[in-house]
Every structure is written in structure tokens, then in C-alpha cells.
Antibody
């Protein structure tokens, strides 16, 4: 069974870049079995898809965030990462990494990122 | 792009049956698979229905999914309601570019 664990700073200053990593265990990120996705959820609100990576060359991003998002993969560490630039308070949320096969099969526990000075 | 619209909240008594709708604003609901996720407070979402009407292993058969082209909507039906079913439920589908679209979520209260 695939397990996912998000990690990264819990506090980011406005205008800076949010960086998170998702460590995958129980499966190989290079297996081709899944897309590897990031999803976020502001407190008390719904889910928002951020984007996905399939191979190191194949990414898709939510059009509303595309100009600020980069998702990359490190197969040697079995990790994939999220960078979100020029953050504002509106980017404060719980960030989840997830596998995507038939929908989102496995989710990390989520990590709260607060944007504040 | 399209939106998936869900009722903000629904409530029902234990043992009863409840149905949560998810209406697609444009394009056919049948064009792309619909998934349903359950999210209990403080927890990550988990899949209760995938590919319109398929249940992952471990999900009770009290949960079922369907789509209705006439209303352009998907539905999640939970029968024999239990207090443990109280949670937020989200529908999810894809657009023509395979981008992900989530519904706004429905809070289910079992009272």
C-alpha cells in the first residue's frame, strides 16, 4: 500500500515561495502506475486541485495557479515537490499530496501552511 | 470550464437513506468519470466511489453512486445511515483537458 508524507515549512512570508515535498513509500514513483498530485484546502473550505506530475517531463497545472506553480519529481529519493511562488494570505491552506489513478487513491495526512509576516 | 454544484448540507436520521447530488454546469456528466470522497473532521479525504459507481475495497455496500444524464448530475446514495457516516462529501470529475474539478462539498449530518 502506497503511503505519502508531506513535509516543509509551516510558515511562509508573503511574496515568498512555498516549497513542499511529498515522500512516497510502499511504491515506486517511477512505476508509471499513478499521477502524483497536489491538492489544497483552506480552513473550512473545499478542495482545490493544484496540479500533477506523471513523468519528469509531463505536468498539468490548475489554470488559475499555473503562472505560480512548479511540480517536480526526484526519482532517486522517491519524492515529488511543489513550489508556489509569490504567495499571499489566500494561499494559506492544508496542502495534500495524493496519488491519482481512478480518482485520488491515496492521500497524505496533509500539512498546514500559513502565509503571514 | 465547468462547475460541479453540490448542496451545502444535508441531514437525515440514523437508519435512513440520503442522496447527495452533484450537478455539472456544462458538458455531459457522462463525459468523464465522477468520484466521491468522504472527509471526516481533521482527516484526509478517502474515496467512497470511483468511476461513477465503483466501490473501493473496504467501503460498505451502503454507499452507491450513479449518474443521470437527464439532470446532468451524479449522485451518492448512503443507505442505512450510521453516525459514523457524518462527514463532508466531495464529488470530483475531469474536464476535456483532463484537469481536475471538485464540487464544493456537502456536509452530511446524521441526527
Amino acid at each position: 500500500q502506497v503511503q505519502l508524507q508531506e513535509s516543509g515549512p509551516g510558515l511562509v512570508k508573503p511574496s515568498q515561495t512555498l516549497s513542499l515535498t511529498c515522500t512516497v513509500s510502499g511504491g515506486s514513483i517511477s512505476s508509471g502506475s499513478y499521477y502524483w498530485s497536489w491538492i489544497r484546502q483552506p480552513a473550512g473550505k473545499g478542495l482545490e486541485w493544484i496540479g500533477r506530475i506523471y513523468t519528469s517531463e509531463s505536468t498539468n497545472y490548475n489554470p488559475s495557479l499555473k503562472s505560480r506553480v512548479t511540480i517536480s519529481v526526484d526519482t532517486s529519493k522517491n519524492q515529488f515537490s511543489l513550489k508556489l511562488s509569490s504567495v499571499t494570505a489566500a494561499d494559506t491552506a492544508v496542502y495534500y499530496c495524493a496519488t491519482e489513478g481512478s480518482g485520488f487513491d491515496y492521500w497524505g495526512q496533509g500539512t498546514l501552511v500559513t502565509v503571514s509576516s | 470550464n465547468f462547475m460541479l454544484t453540490q448542496p451545502h448540507s444535508v441531514s437525515e436520521s440514523p437508519g435512513k437513506t440520503v442522496t447527495i447530488s452533484c450537478t455539472r454546469s456544462s458538458g455531459s456528466i457522462a463525459s468523464n468519470y465522477v468520484q466521491w470522497y468522504q472527509q471526516r473532521p481533521g482527516s484526509s479525504p478517502t474515496t467512497v466511489i470511483y468511476e461513477d459507481n465503483q466501490r473501493p475495497s473496504g467501503v460498505p455496500d451502503r454507499f452507491s453512486g450513479s449518474i443521470d444524464s437527464s439532470s446532468n448530475s451524479a449522485s451518492l446514495t448512503i443507505s442505512g445511515l450510521k453516525t459514523e457516516d457524518e462527514a463532508d462529501y466531495y464529488c470530483q470529475s475531469y474536464d476535456s483537458s483532463n484537469y481536475v474539478v471538485f464540487g464544493g462539498g456537502t456536509k452530511l449530518t446524521v441526527l
